[in-house]
């Protein structure tokens, strides 16, 4: 019999929670420690349940997240090179990172000590990829940095520039989401450590996806608050034209006639509307651009830039109809919660950062494909897994 005490009571729920706190921690420095900590809270949860000191909780991400799976498995099968795709199938184990944080976090408080290390981690990150962007040194790799004028693109302890834009965009937001709630001087340092990371990764998709986190919370706020957010994307404007390395790459974004990615999008959905229903399989936009691309210049060609074109393309209007069905049953969950929340809900601010954070993600994914980089992806499905365990026991507590 299942006991009816609080899972983490139970010593394997404690270690879970301490496995996923940790790997909030250990993700902005360093992935394998992180995948080390998210494999803790895997073997504590299946000790949980062997011993039945644990008892899985459902998701309403469970079913979705099924066929979503089920949707890539099945365009290994229409695929044009369907050994290929079975080994590409690989990548799907980041999917695995949900409900293992899902059983793990079981409540606001593990995810305020997890939010707590992650910001915590991230801000000192924040601090060596803003000296990273004067001094142009990666300490970690000992290389120098790629230089853009006077400055150059910080990578943080990351191989890439656009993998650490893409995962302080995250923490940033959630950063930002949680300082405007509750104001507090650690919280203002880390939020400006946090913008400062994403201003120095110079990836232009954590730009925009930060910007329309900005916007999310300014419209959900009131007051001053949201005429200093407001305020605080004009000045954001204001020094970026003043600055020229920033105004540059602003620039850069604004050219859409001629900019790469619009090249890859356009690729995307040819590649798409030969194999619209299935897609052409994982893996395939690699060894389909050749035959399909648009003609022009490239940075890269590996994927097209743009999360949801790259569902097309793989699994076609099956997994991108899973893809979608995922978010829906999510938001319902978080708009659920915040409906039953109480005026003074101790925990009104992990229900905005639950809605703000995915959105500024997938605005920022639009222009890059954040879901499939494995360091950006397993802490965004521990941003999921972390929101809907405070979604749960807000809705456990009214009932």
Avoid at 154 to 170: K, P, R, S
Avoid at 273 to 286: C, E, N, V, W, Y
Avoid at 309 to 336: C, D, E, K, P, Q
Wanted: aromatic content about 12%; proline content about 5%.
């Amino acid at each position: 019999m299942v006991p009816s005490s609080t899972p983490t009571s139970s010593p394997a729920g404690k270690l879970a929670a301490w496995g996923a706190i940790l790997f909030a921690a250990a993700s902005p420095v360093s992935y394998a420690a992180a995948q080390w900590f998210a494999g803790l809270a895997l073997l504590a949860l299946l000790v949980g349940f062997a011993t039945r000191t644990l008892r899985y909780r459902p998701s309403p991400l469970d079913l979705p997240l099924l066929a979503f799976v089920a949707a890539e498995i099945l365009s290994i099968v229409f695929s044009v090179h369907p050994a290929r795709s079975l080994r590409c199938l690989r990548g799907d184990w980041i999917l695995l990172f949900y409900p293992v944080f899902a059983q793990s976090l079981r409540g606001a408080r593990d995810v305020r000590r997890a939010y707590a290390a992650l910001l915590a981690s991230s801000s000192l990150v924040g601090l060596y990829a803003i000296w990273q962007m004067f001094d142009g040194r990666d300490l970690l790799r000992d290389r120098a940095l790629e230089a853009i004028g006077p400055l150059f693109i910080a990578t943080g302890f990351f191989g890439h520039h656009l993998t650490y834009g893409g995962h302080v965009l995250i923490t940033s937001t959630l950063a930002l989401v949680l300082t405007v709630a509750r104001p507090r001087a650690s919280r203002l340092l880390a939020c400006a450590a946090q913008v400062g990371g994403v201003v120095a990764s110079f990836a232009r998709t954590a730009w925009v996806g930060l910007g329309a986190g900005v916007c999310a919370l300014s419209a959900s706020a009131r007051g001053r608050t949201r005429i200093a957010l407001a305020g605080s994307l004009v000045a954001a404007a204001v020094v970026a034209v003043a600055i020229p390395p920033l105004r540059e790459r602003l620039g850069d974004l604004l050219s859409f006639h001629d900019d790469p990615r619009i090249r890859l999008w356009q690729t995307a959905i040819r590649i798409w509307l030969d194999h619209p229903i299935f897609g052409a399989g994982l893996g395939s936009f690699k060894t389909q651009f050749p035959i399909y691309q648009v003609p022009g210049y490239y940075m890269a060609t590996g994927h097209p830039h743009n999360d949801l074109l790259n569902i097309l393309v793989h699994s076609g209007i099956i997994g991108l109809a899973a893809f979608v069905w995922i978010w829906v049953r999510y938001f319902r969950a978080i708009s659920a919660a915040r409906r039953s929340a109480r005026p003074e809900e101790p925990r009104g601010d992990l229900l905005a950062a639950a809605w703000i954070v995915p959105l500024a993600f997938f605005v920022g994914g639009l222009g890059q494909c954040f879901l499939t980089d494995e360091e950006v992806g397993t802490l965004f499905w521990f941003i999921a897994a972390a929101s809907i365990a405070v979604a749960r026991e807000t809705n456990d507590a009214k009932a």
